[in-house]
Nanobody, 117 residues
Framework: QVQLVQSGGGLVQAGDSLRLSCAAS????????MGWFRQAPEKEREFVARIRASDTTSYADSVKGRFTISRDNAKSTVYLQMDSLKPEDTAVYYCAARTLGGPYNYWGQGTQVTVSS
C-alpha cells in the first residue's frame, strides 16, 4: 500500500506562486508515475501534470509553461510548483500514484488552492 500526504496550498493573489508537496510512504514510489489532478467547484476532476519514473513529464495545456512537476526519490516526494497563478486555477488539488500501465489507484487527501483576482 502507498499512502500519500499532501501539504502546501492556500490563498494567494493572481500572479503569485505556490508549491504543493506530496509525500509518499508505505512503499518506495521511485518506479511509480506520479500525477497531480484538480477539481474546481461543480466541475469534474481534471489532469494537471504527471511525471514518470524516467522523469519525463506531461502537462495540461492550461498549465503548460506555468506549472512544474518534479520528484525527489530520496524523499519520496513529488512537487508541483505553480507560478503565475490565475483565478481559474482555484481548485482542490490531488496527487496520485500509479504503477506503469495501471490506473491511478493511490490518492492524496487533497489540498485547497484559492487564487483571488
Amino acid at each position: 500500500q502507498v499512502q500519500l500526504v499532501q501539504s502546501g496550498g492556500g490563498l494567494v493573489q493572481a500572479g503569485d506562486s505556490l508549491r504543493l508537496s506530496c509525500a509518499a510512504s508505505g512503499r518506495t514510489v521511485s518506479s511509480y508515475t506520479m500525477g497531480w489532478f484538480r477539481q474546481a467547484p461543480e466541475k469534474e476532476r481534471e489532469f494537471v501534470a504527471r511525471i514518470r519514473a524516467s522523469d519525463t513529464t506531461s502537462y495540461a495545456d492550461s498549465v503548460k509553461g506555468r506549472f512544474t512537476i518534479s520528484r525527489d526519490n530520496a524523499k519520496s516526494t513529488v512537487y508541483l510548483q505553480m507560478d503565475s497563478l490565475k483565478p481559474e486555477d482555484t481548485a482542490v488539488y490531488y496527487c496520485a500514484a500509479r504503477t506503469l500501465g495501471g490506473p491511478y489507484n493511490y490518492w492524496g487527501q487533497g489540498t485547497q488552492v484559492t487564487v483571488s483576482s
